[in-house]
């Protein structure tokens, strides 16, 4: 019997662009909305009616800004979503949204759509780094946001942090992290800023404009996170994840195991039977039905993929689940690098699993290379 799959859906529609935002999104394109809401309806279609109607177990709207949608817009691909595949009844079904844009129409919308997750792009509690970062929201906007999302009867509810922006220390975080579980809650994602290349940040970062904490500096804040986070009841199950009540995200908990998923809409990816398909980053290329990007892992580059991402896991990487998916051992396939990372302390080998130390966590990048196919 199949597992069921996950369902990614990009919403690829912003207000405006925050400074280091390097996704594929469309400030000024409002316009697009009912075109590229039907363009998604009819590529869910298409998909089902190639590959049946496969059951699903979690659905994530992902953007971009989910919540810049129309009236109606969501409400109808979620229905297309659900009459064409079998969406499980305890499936999870995320919604990403910003705290700028959320209103009680909206939520209203989501909630009898069958939404029962929403994460909102939080960002910091501080006003200057939200300005820094070109946020269109502020830290009240925030606690309006999760108080109205709770008033719409969500209780599962996730805040997006950034952590090692320009100038941070760890008291400025903590005081963010403080302000964040003033709302309880279930679930937090704290991310560490990356320079991406064609964002207003890389330019000023390379101007020179920008200092960043140095290394230590921010290691030092996501640990501390961490510390502090756990000391609050959030478990951490994933490099920059962490909930209370094991409220963890199965969607991207999936993704990081390996399951299946499917995915729709500009610049989504999916991943099914080892075929890795990628739709047009661009919206055009999108609504003018670009044809996406079929790639074939061969098992090397499966495998690799698999342990990876399991890497990022506390819980680390299922050495049966392994087995099911690849068809050979992880132990046998790699005795030397597996042997040297354990007696280096960045793995650990307990209970059937490969699991990341808490120096791993800090070099794994580095540790995967004695991986790499
Ligand atoms: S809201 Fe999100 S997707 Fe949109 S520009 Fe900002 S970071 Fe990028």
Redesign the pocket.
């Known amino acids: 019997m199949m597992r069921p799959v996950g369902i990614y859906i990009h919403l690829?529609f912003?207000?405006?662009?925050?400074a280091?935002?390097d996704?594929p999104?469309f400030?000024g394109q409002l316009q697009h909305r009912a075109e590229y809401t039907k363009k998604v309806m009819a590529e869910i279609g298409e998909r089902a009616d190639r590959l049946g109607s496969l059951q699903v177990d979690t659905v994530f709207l992902g953007?971009?800004?989910p919540s810049m949608m129309e009236k109606g817009q969501i409400a109808a691909i979620l229905r297309q979503v659900r009459s064409r595949f079998e969406v499980l009844p305890d499936a999870e079904i995320s919604c990403e949204t910003?705290p700028g844009s959320l209103s009680e129409g909206f939520l209203e919308e989501l909630k009898g759509a069958g939404v029962n997750r929403l994460s909102l792009?939080a960002q910091s509690a501080h006003a200057d780094e939200l300005e820094l970062l070109?946020?269109?929201h502020t830290w009240e906007q925030v606690v309006a946001s999760v108080q109205m999302a709770r008033l719409a009867g969500f209780d599962n509810i996730n805040l997006d942090l950034m952590s090692a922006l320009p100038r941070q220390t760890w008291e400025k975080m903590r005081v963010t992290l403080k302000a964040a579980l003033e709302l309880a809650p279930s679930h937090l994602s704290v991310y560490s800023l990356i320079i991406e290349e064609g964002t207003p940040f890389f330019a000023r970062y390379e101007n020179g404009e920008m200092v960043l904490p140095d290394d230590e500096t921010e290691r030092a804040i996501y640990w501390n996170t961490v510390r502090f986070l756990e000391q609050a009841g959030y478990a951490q199950y994933e490099l920059s994840n962490f909930a209370r009540d094991g409220k963890v995200c199965r969607h991207n908990l999936n993704t990081w195991r390996y399951h299946d998923y499917l995915g729709f809409g500009a610049s989504a990816a999916g991943l099914y039977l080892g075929v890795r398909r990628k739709n047009p980053d661009d919206l055009f290329d999108y609504l003018q039905g670009v044809a996406p990007a079929v790639d074939i892992l061969s098992p090397a580059d499966a495998r690799f993929e698999q342990l990876m991402l399991a890497l990022r896991l506390v819980e680390g990487l299922s050495l049966d689940a392994f087995v099911r998916r690849q068809g050979i051992s992880a132990l046998k396939l790699w005795p030397e690098a597996i042997k040297a990372h354990i007696q280096g302390g960045l793995l650990t080998l307990t209970g059937g699993r490969l699991k990341p130390s808490r120096l791993g966590f800090d070099l794994m990048d580095r540790a995967l290379l004695d991986f790499l196919p």
Do not use: A, H, I
């Open positions: 690829p912003c207000e405006r662009k925050c280091y935002c996704f999104s400030p953007g971009g800004t910003n792009g070109k946020r269109v």
